[in-house]
């Protein structure tokens, strides 16, 4: 059972993920939630955190709280990479370390 570092339950993907995703799956009756309102329907590929895990693990939400149902919805594969895009920019902030005169700031 050594194929990999993390089991799927370690990565916090487990059999309750699998019910909750498919639970949220029903409810938004597989489609994205995201272009429904955009007034779009498009089939989803997906079960998306609406407050991001980063996020929620920063304001110190307890799992059950992450990942309910009330925070998660179906999501397209367009709009997810949308969505992970802008997650991951607002996070990366560019910081200059170096000045122009060589020396650290
Ligand atoms: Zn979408």
Excluded at 37 to 63: F, M
Excluded at 86 to 95: N, V
Aim: charge should be positive.
């Amino acid at each position: 059972m050594a194929w990999g570092a993390k089991s799927r339950h370690e990565r916090g993907y487990d059999s309750a993920w699998v019910k909750v995703r498919n639970e949220v799956m029903r409810r938004d009756c597989g489609l994205c939630q995201t272009c429904k309102r955009a007034g779009r329907t498009t089939l989803a590929h997906a079960v998306d955190h609406i407050v991001s895990k980063a996020k929620a693990e920063a304001l110190h939400w307890p799992r059950a709280k992450t990942d309910h149902p009330s925070n998660l919805e179906a999501i397209c594969n367009p709009c997810h990479l949308v969505k992970t895009e802008a997650e991951q920019g607002k996070r990366k902030r560019p910081r200059k370390v170096i000045g122009d005169d060589g020396w650290p700031l």
